[in-house]
């Protein structure tokens, strides 16, 4: 099964989306636009961009998972919001593309553990 970088940072970016929310709602951190700002903390391109240098520099991914990176980073995904440099917004895209390929393979317990780790970052 070969997915363009592209389609995998599709399916990756709605799945970081739901898992964050989720969590935001089960955790009861408030309503509407309170969970909106709380939920920019980890789906923001900086924010992902953030994650994952952080868990590469920790030697976290996989050799696998580093070939799905490099394929969503490179993949030409139109244009870069106004607010976020190229290198942010591609660094991001090869985060959701790493999500997305583990969520076609049905790994959910891979996904959780990457999704532990930040939360594990974010509290320290």
């Keep these: 099964m070969i ?49 994952y240098d952080q868990l590469h520099n920790e030697s976290f991914f996989t050799e696998e998972e580093e070939e799905y990176f490099k394929r969503g980073r490179n993949a030409h995904t139109g244009s870069v919001p106004h607010h976020t440099s190229v290198s942010v917004y591609r660094k991001s895209t090869g985060f959701e593309a790493i999500l997305g390929a583990l969520k076609l393979r049905q790994n959910e317990d891979r996904i959780k553990e990457i999704w532990h780790k930040v939360r594990t970052l974010k509290e320290e």
């Design 3 to 51: 997915e363009s970088g592209s389609t995998l940072a599709y399916l990756g970016d709605a799945v970081w989306s739901l898992l964050v929310r989720e969590t935001l709602i089960q955790e009861g951190e408030g309503k509407g636009e309170a969970l909106q700002k709380k939920s920019v903390a980890y789906v923001s391109a900086k924010a992902q961009a953030s994650f």
